[in-house]
């Protein structure tokens, strides 16, 4: 678990930095599972085409990484002034 936690925050890093994408990143353990873990990037696109887009980006990356995506989605929260697009995924944990 605590090594798929580090290898995601650095494959997740990388990915923001190569590309100077405007997101903010979370990796945690899901909750009482220890098959999985949850990735929550903050993407601070306001069109709603651009956040799928880039949802599809980091599917796209973290499939190349040989990660398996068990589920994923995207939404919309309010902050003071803008909207804010957060795509949850549950990631699989190598065995």
């Excluded at 990660?67 to 944990?93: C, N, Q, T």
């Amino acid at each position: 678990m605590t090594r798929m936690l580090i290898r995601l925050n650095v494959i997740m890093r990388n990915f923001k930095e190569r590309g100077n994408y405007p997101m903010l990143y979370v990796v945690d353990r899901a909750g009482d599972r220890s098959d999985a873990v949850v990735l929550i990037v903050d993407i601070l696109y306001e069109d709603r085409g651009q956040a799928e887009e880039f949802a599809n980006a980091i599917l796209e990356h973290l499939s190349s990484h040989n990660i398996k995506v068990l589920k994923h989605g995207l939404d919309s929260y309010l902050v003071p002034w803008r909207e804010v697009w957060r795509f949850v995924a549950m990631v699989a944990v190598n065995q």
